[in-house]
C-alpha cells in the first residue's frame, strides 16, 4: 500500500515522498518499511512501541494513537511530523 | 600501563608519552549540526569544515585515539532532532561519508502492563580499552549505559547497570535531571584495566564496577548536595563532569553541581579543592579538563551558581581557572577574554585539552564561539563566531 513520507525521513527513502509498503496492521507495515529503509523505524516508534511526540500517523484520514491498528491493502497511511520550536 | 612511584609523589603515575607534534582535530557538536576545525601545526590557523548533519542535534562527536585496519580510526557522532528519534553515525574517513547504527542505544521492550523506558538520546561516547579494538559506551537520557563491540554499529545495554534493582534509587526520577532530561556521563575506563569502569549521572552521581559494569558501587563520600536534607548521601549527587587522569588513573577530578572534587584511589572520599577558589567566584560549573601529561593540573569554567542559577560567567567576566598543584590553589586566566559583559555558558563537554606540549585548551559557548588557548591558557584567541548552541568540544591529535 501507499505510505507518505515526510520531508525529515525521506534520506532514508531515496528522496521520495511516497514509497511501498505491506503488512496487515500498522505495527506490520512499519516493520515492512524498515526492512526496505533500514533506520526508519527507530525515528518514528520508541524502543516500547509507542509513537514519538512529534510524530503523526493518519490511516485513511484518522490519526491513530497507536501501531496496532489493523490495516487493508487498499488503506493510506500518511506520516506526518509536527514540527515545533526554534 | 607501566607504573612508577616517583619518591615525591605517592601516585602510581606512567611514564608520560612524548607530547603530540601533529595538527589538532577539534570535533565541535551543536544544537544544529556538528562542525571539523583542522589546525595548522602550530595551532594558529584554522580550518572549518561542516556543517555536518546540518539541523541535527549533535550530542557528541568523539574520534577513536585507536587505530583500526589500514590506520583508520572510527568517528562516532550521536545525534538526533527536535522531533526524531535518536540516531548514532560512524565514519571511518574523518566525516566524509558515515554509515547510521543499524540498532542504537535502547531499552528492552517493558513487559505487559509495566512502564518501559525509552532512550531519548546519546549523550556521551567513550572509546573502550585499548585492549578491546571495537568496544565504545554510551551514556543516555534517560541514564542508561551501553556497549557497542562492533565500533558502534549496533548497541546492547550493560544489564548490570539499566537492570539493576537499584536503578530506579540511583538514578531518581525525571525532577532530577537536567533541564535537557537525566542523563548519563563522564564514562571512563582504566586504562591499566578494561574491566574498571567509572560512569557519573545527572543526577544520580558517580559509580565505579570493577566487572566490566556486571555490578556497581556508589563513590560520593565527601561530596555535597545541597539540594537534599541529607547533605552528603550515598547517592543522588548531581555530577557534571568526572575525569579519570590517563596516565595516573587512581586520580579523579570532579566538577559538581555542589563544588570542584579530586579523589586519589584506593581512597573513596572526595575532597572539596573548589574550596580554594576565590570566593567571589565559587566553585561551580560544568566542564573539569585535564593536563594530559601531570595528574596535578586541571582546568575548570567557573559558572555563577548563585540565586536562581544563572549559569553564566560571574559577574560577566568570563575566566578559566587552572590548578596545578593538586587544587591547594587556582590561578585565574582571562587574558584575551572579554573583561566584561561577557556572559558565557560553558557546558560539560564544551571543555577540551590537546596532547600538545604546551597544552592547548579549548571551549565553546552557548552563543556559538570557539576559544582556544595554545600556552595552557595564559592567553585566548576567538576562533570560531556565530556558531549554533555549542553542546561539545573534543580535541582529537592527527599524525598529519
Redesign the interface.
Known amino acids: 500500500m501507499r505510505v507518505l513520507i515526510p520531508t525529515p525521513l525521506q534520506s532514508y527513502t531515496g528522496h521520495r515522498a511516497e514509497v511501498e509498503a505491506e503488512g496487515a496492521t500498522l505495527a506490520g507495515l512499519l516493520a515492512d518499511l524498515d526492512r526496505r529503509h533500514p533506520g526508519i523505524r527507530f525515528r518514528m516508534i520508541d524502543e516500547q512501541d509507542a509513537i514519538r511526540r512529534h510524530i503523526r500517523i493518519w490511516v485513511n484520514g484518522s490519526e491513530v494513537k497507536a501501531i496496532d491498528v489493523p490495516l487493508g491493502p487498499s488503506d493510506q497511511v500518511i506520516i506526518f511530523q509536527a514540527l515545533s520550536g526554534g | 600501563m607501566a607504573t612508577v612511584r616517583s619518591a615525591k609523589s605517592p601516585i602510581p603515575k606512567a611514564p608520560a608519552p612524548k607530547a603530540a607534534s601533529g595538527p589538532v582535530l577539534l570535533l565541535v557538536a551543536t544544537r544544529k549540526g556538528a562542525f571539523l576545525y583542522r589546525s595548522d601545526p602550530g595551532r594558529r590557523a584554522w580550518r572549518v569544515t561542516g556543517p555536518l548533519f546540518f539541523g541535527h542535534i549533535v550530542h557528541h562527536l568523539v574520534l577513536d585515539p585507536r587505530t583500526g585496519p589500514k590506520g583508520r580510526r572510527t568517528l562516532l557522532a550521536a545525534t538526533s532532532?527536535?522531533?526524531?528519534?535518536p540516531?548514532l553515525m560512524r565514519s571511518t574517513d574523518l566525516g566524509r561519508t558515515w554509515q547510521?547504527s543499524?540498532r542504537?542505544p535502547?531499552?528492552?521492550?517493558?513487559g505487559q502492563g509495566e512502564k518501559?523506558?525509552?532512550?531519548d538520546h546519546t549523550f556521551w561516547l567513550t572509546p573502550g580499552h585499548a585492549s578491546e579494538p571495537g568496544v565504545w559506551y554510551a551514556g543516555t537520557s534517560p541514564q542508561g549505559l551501553f556497549r557497542s563491540e562492533n565500533d558502534g554499529l549496533t548497541w546492547s545495554g550493560v544489564a548490570g547497570f539499566n537492570d539493576n534493582p537499584k536503578y530506579v534509587d540511583w538514578t531518581g526520577g525525571e525532577k532530577d535531571g537536567t533541564p535537557d532530561g537525566p542523563k548519563l556521563h563522564s564514562i571512563n575506563v582504566d586504562p591499566r584495566d578494561a574491566k574498571r569502569l567509572y560512569v557519573a549521572m545527572s543526577s544520580g552521581g558517580v559509580f565505579e564496577s570493577r566487572d566490566r559494569g556486571a555490578s556497581w558501587k556508589p563513590l560520593n563520600e565527601g561530596v555535597l548536595a545541597d539540594y537534599r536534607p541529607d547533605k552528603f548521601p550515598e547517592y543522588g549527587q548531581d555530577a557534571h563532569c568526572v575525569r579519570v587522569h590517563p596516565l595516573a588513573p587512581d586520580v579523579l577530578w570532579q566538577q559538581n553541581h555542589c563544588g570542584i572534587y579530586r579523589l586519589v584511589r584506593p581512597g573513596t572520599r572526595w575532597e572539596r579543592v573548589g574550596d580554594n577558589m576565590p570566593r567571589s567566584v565559587g566553585d561551580i560549573g560544568f566542564p573539569v579538563v585535564l593536563h594530559p601529561r601531570d595528574p596535578a593540573t586541571a582546568w575548570v569554567f567557573p559558572m555563577d551558581g548563585s540565586t536562581v542559577w544563572p549559569r553564566t560567567s560571574p559577574g560577566g567576566k568570563p575566566a578559566a581557572y587552572v590548578t596545578t598543584n593538586a587544587g591547594k590553589s587556582w590561578k585565574r586566566q582571562a587574558a584575551g577574554l572579554p573583561p566584561s559583559q561577557g556572559w558565557f555558558t560553558v557546558k560539560r563537554q564544551a571543555m577540551a585539552t590537546d596532547a600538545r606540549d604546551p597544552v592547548g585548551v579549548y571551549f565553546g559557548t552557548t552563543s556559538g564561539e570557539i576559544w582556544a588557548s595554545r600556552d595552557e591558557g595564559a592567553k585566548w584567541t576567538c576562533i570560531a563566531r556565530h556558531l549554533p548552541e555549542i553542546y561539545a568540544i573534543e580535541a582529537a591529535g592527527l599524525s598529519r
Open positions: 532532532t527536535g522531533h526524531l528519534g540516531t547510521e543499524s542504537p535502547a531499552f528492552p521492550k517493558a518501559g523506558r525509552a532512550v
